[in-house]
């Protein structure tokens, strides 16, 4: 298998695509109670085995490493599991060059890790924002994520893909907490608790769930963008005034009988409670809102709370039942989220497929166990979707009280020892050579 | 001190209590300490789950640690797993806590009945090697590598002629030897003038008189928290002890405590009553545990704090001791390979190797990183060399990797260093070296330390320098020549130590380290001065 050019036809999208299409139906059958059943895993099982076979002729760094495995052409998909997975692909550029802004090197190594190799009108580029706006010209639509480690992540992705991530949540979200009696959806208000996003994995989830409500209000107006974040600049926010606004949006939802929709990443939630109850004291929310986190405590794991605090710290605050707080779960490089039941597990759509790995970086497809957490994402059509996420899960399967079934994670989600940032034990500090 | 030191038996070094049990002695202050006996039922009740490598628990007052056991002829794991139990030390006997009874005994030691112990322990260590290895190696209870490693190169060490050498530059002073200030005050040919409270005071009538000063290496009270990156720290540590005659708690590490309690049983061996033995303590516990290290690094407890390891392990400390610490920080070695290597690449690759592998990567001086002149298809040449360089010494010296080193390799190829070309011996399980080049910085925390060398092309070596730093504890040059125009501008940027490649394992008694001189950091400098002729006049 040689890399072909990336005009050449794509004789397994169509396939791919009639795959893609039978696990969305099976995925809003599951959303529905129904178990996933063979037909299902054998979609996601060969979308999956055709995406190895077009990554190794498209997409230049995984046709390398799977050159060096011997593992070009048709494989066992238990063979990507084990020696496949990538971590990180989207920072394995030189960090150099975005300090330079030299973004024709960024968009040569950005064709390396993607099915095309972007030709952008690069002149006049002043900052990522702008290169961003350049490659969408494109048709390559980047997303970024600052990550932990402080080195930012670029994921490419072409139309179809970014299709299948604007799409893929609409196949098994629970709507239920906002059903009318008579089946109708009614009209909720969306409080985000934090700024916009310019392309921002988590901050774009807000806008998307921002985009769905009747009325939106986020905590800061100002967009994040790429280049505040690798400025490492902060936003100019009055915190009083922005707390203030947001606690009239709640009043007003309340006062016109309307669910609300509370999005944020824990420790922003965290901060919003804390002032309603240093200031005004208690709101009540409509009965019936919901609460969706995202994103983990991640750099403010100093703020952390157990789970049962910080849904009794909402409680108290908002008025708003534990059991409608929702932990959402995701990457930037896969399609889907996944967002936790009545039960506290996050269940896996039948979308993608996860797997643990074991200490040696291998592991069983349908196992459960606990291991470093990776996912194969049959719908990352433009770029390796078979991704090692760096954190640490414990993998199970079966029905649940929730009525869903399948593969879930439980127990809390962790980063995985070592591989970011502590290597070989702490014994070295951090320390690029 | 007996010149007939008896040999040591393995029950002094790991007591077997059958079912893959291993009990292992300490020593505090001369006295042996050993766990109560408790059996494998009790562990696994209490055992959490785990990875089989270095999970330590308590089991009642016992702290037990799991490691797998390893194939004493292929030294790859044998999937069991053995326990080491260790007692707890009572911190309140390890500090001691009278300084003048020390200054009466080990303090007035004469440095000859230092060297006159130290022989002592040489013989001890010498006289035990054959049976200690034999019954290693028979009884599957301490790892035969690990004590081989301590038995071959201690006895070298503990040669008196050698220690004095150490001590008399280290300590050494205005053409006096070190030794002579260790053991007394020494006159300093200085002139001492009366301060300027002292010339005031004069206008009272009466005129200070001239002083002759002097002044003396003090020893001190030291607690040796080691690393566990190579066998041999604790003995390093203690030697630095032994030397200063300084009263010592000597904490091992998880990986180490083997080789640690071989250092304890010899120190009693050579003479349990001897002052050295009687104020040394070679110990372990987990590290951060409060109850134990809260009294030790209590104010007054001890006059250094010397501690290896981690970065975190060094903040650690620093942020709760108050005694003066000497810092043995995490560094690397890293090597620099000129252009004229591209004629000689088998003896450049050879001699990188050879710096790449002291202690299998693990010596804070071990090459981690090699930074190699030339185009990018020299730098490539250079990495097919090396390939062939380690994969002799795979044959040479066979060190299976484990599974986690293994599975880290795997996700730095398919992660951080996954633009990089790979070279690498064996496949799969069977992995045993590898050789990256790789054209993006690399974040070294990730370096496994396991046989694996990361390759930089620079344009010239001089090129290199902006990525080295501080923490870079030797950096070996290829050829020789080159050194000579790169070690100002190496020692400048910190490096420790620069040598030509494939010497950097090179030592010499008194040698610095980590750019100290670390015996006359161990010591109290204190100064005095004893009355000349009463009256005279300045």
């Known amino acids: 298998v040689s890399l072909v050019d990336e005009a050449a036809v794509d004789t397994h999208l169509a396939e791919l695509l009639d795959c893609h299409r039978r696990l969305r139906a099976a995925t809003r059958a599951w959303a529905e109670g129904a178990p996933a059943g063979p037909e299902a895993e054998a979609a996601r099982r060969r979308a999956l085995c055709l995406n190895h076979l077009r990554y190794s002729e498209r997409i230049p760094v995984y046709h390398d490493l799977a050159a060096g495995q011997r593992l070009l052409g048709p494989v066992a998909l238990e063979q990507v599991v084990d020696e496949l997975l990538l971590l990180d692909v989207f920072k394995t550029y030189d960090p150099a060059l975005l300090l330079a802004g030299d973004f024709a090197a960024l968009t040569a190594w950005l064709g390396t890790v993607f099915t095309r190799r972007p030709a952008p009108d690069l002149a006049g580029v002043q900052g990522l924002g702008d290169w961003r706006e350049r490659l969408r010209a494109d048709g390559v639509y980047v997303s970024f994520s600052s990550a932990t480690s402080g080195r930012m992540s670029f994921v490419p992705r072409d139309r179809l893909t970014l299709q299948a991530l604007a799409a893929n949540g609409a196949t098994y979200t629970d709507e239920s907490w906002r059903r009318a009696p008579d089946g109708t959806l009614e009209p909720f208000d969306c409080l985000v608790a934090g700024p916009r996003g310019g392309g921002m994995g988590i901050l774009d989830a807000g806008e998307a769930l921002a985009r769905g409500a009747a009325r939106s209000h986020f905590l800061v107006e100002e967009v994040l963008t790429a280049d505040a974040v690798l400025a490492g600049a902060g936003l100019d926010v009055d915190p009083k005034e922005a707390h203030g606004r947001a606690f009239a949006f709640v009043r007003q939802a309340a006062r016109e009988g309307r669910k609300l929709m509370l999005f944020g990443a824990p420790f922003q939630l965290k901060r919003l409670c804390e002032a309603v109850l240093a200031g005004p004291g208690p709101l009540k929310a409509t009965p019936g809102s919901v609460v969706v986190t995202g994103g983990g405590w991640k750099s403010f794991r100093g703020e952390r709370l157990s789970r049962s605090a910080f849904t009794g710290l909402i409680e108290d605050a908002l008025g708003i039942d534990p059991a409608r707080c929702i932990d959402g779960y995701s990457t930037s490089e896969l399609t889907v989220a996944l967002r936790t039941c009545a039960h506290g597990h996050y269940h896996i759509p039948p979308l993608v497929e996860a797997v643990v790995l074991d200490e040696g970086l291998t592991g069983r497809l349908g196992e459960g166990g606990t291991g470093a957490l990776a996912f194969l994402d049959p719908f990352a059509v433009s770029y390796p979707g078979f991704v090692i996420t760096g954190d640490e899960a414990t993998l199970a399967s079966g029905p649940c009280g929730c009525g869903l079934s399948g593969p879930f994670l439980e127990g809390e989600i962790r980063r995985a020892s070592g591989l970011e940032v502590r290597g070989c034990g702490g014994v070295l500090e951090s320390l690029a050579v | ?538």
């Open chain 2, 1 to 538: 001190v007996s010149t007939h030191a008896a040999a040591l038996d393995l029950e002094d070094v790991a007591v077997d209590d059958g079912q893959g049990v291993v009990r292992v002695p300490q020593l505090v202050k001369g006295e042996p300490l050993l766990a109560t006996r408790i059996t494998r039922d009790e562990i696994r009740r209490a055992e959490p789950a785990g990875p089989d490598y270095g999970t330590v628990f308590r089991v009642g007052d016992a702290t037990v640690r799991r490691e797998p056991v390893y194939d004493a002829a292929t030294a790859a794991p044998t999937g069991e797993v053995r326990y080491l139990v260790f007692a707890r030390p009572d911190p309140a006997r390890l500090v001691e806590t009278d300084p003048a009874a020390l200054a009466r005994t080990l303090y007035a030691l004469p440095f000859a009945e230092v060297q006159d112990f130290a022989e002592a322990l040489r013989l001890a260590l010498a006289r035990s090697r054959g049976s200690l290895l034999a019954q290693a190696g028979a009884a599957q209870v301490a790892d035969p590598r690990a004590l081989a490693i301590a038995l071959d190169l201690l006895p070298a060490l503990l040669d008196r002629g050698s220690l004095a050498e150490a001590v008399d530059r280290d300590l050494g002073m205005d053409g006096v030897p070190g030794t002579r200030l260790l053991d007394g005050w020494v006159a300093v040919d200085a002139v001492a003038p009366p301060g300027f409270t002292a010339r005031i005071g004069q206008r009272l009538g009466r005129a200070p008189g001239t002083m002759r000063p002097s002044v003396r290496a003090m020893p001190t009270r030291q607690l040796h928290i080691t690393a566990g990156n190579s066998p041999m720290v604790p003995f390093l540590s203690f030697l630095r002890g032994l030397m200063t005659k300084g009263a010592c708690t000597l904490k091992s590490a998880a990986d180490t405590t083997e080789t640690a309690a071989l250092l304890g049983a010899a120190l009693r061996a050579a003479d349990p009553q001897h002052p050295i033995t009687r104020h040394t303590s070679v110990v372990y516990w987990p590290g951060g545990d409060p109850t134990i290290e809260g009294p030790l690094f209590a104010p007054g407890a001890y006059d250094r704090v010397v501690v290896w390891g981690s970065a975190e392990t060094v903040r650690s400390v620093r942020q709760r001791s108050t005694a003066r610490t000497v810092v043995l920080a995490p560094r690397y070695g890293v090597s620099l390979v000129g252009r004229e290597a591209q004629d000689r690449l088998p003896e450049a690759a050879h001699r990188a190797c050879i710096d790449t592998l002291i202690w299998e990567q693990k010596a804070c001086t071990a090459s981690l990183v090699h930074y190699v002149e030339g185009t990018e298809r020299e730098a490539l040449a250079y990495c097919e060399a090396l390939q062939r360089a380690l994969a002799q010494w795979d044959a040479l010296m066979p060190r299976p990797l484990v599974r986690a080193q293994i599975g880290r390799l795997r996700l730095l190829r398919r992660g951080p260093l996954l633009q990089g070309t790979w070279f690498e011996n064996g496949r799969g399980a069977d992995l045993r070296s590898a050789v990256v080049y790789t054209p993006v910085p690399f974040d070294l925390a990730l370096h496994p330390m396991s046989r694996f060398v990361v390759v930089r092309r620079v344009e010239t070596l001089e090129a290199a320098l902006p990525w080295i730093g501080s923490a870079v504890a030797t950096a070996g040059v290829f050829p020789a020549c080159a050194m000579m125009a790169l070690r100002d501008a190496l020692a400048a940027a910190g490096v420790g130590q620069v040598f030509p490649l494939g010497d950097g394992e090179r030592v010499w008694a008194g040698k610095p380290h980590d750019g100290m001189r670390i015996l006359s950091e161990l010591v109290s400098w204190v100064s005095s001065a004893e009355e000349g002729p009463e009256g005279e006049a300045l």
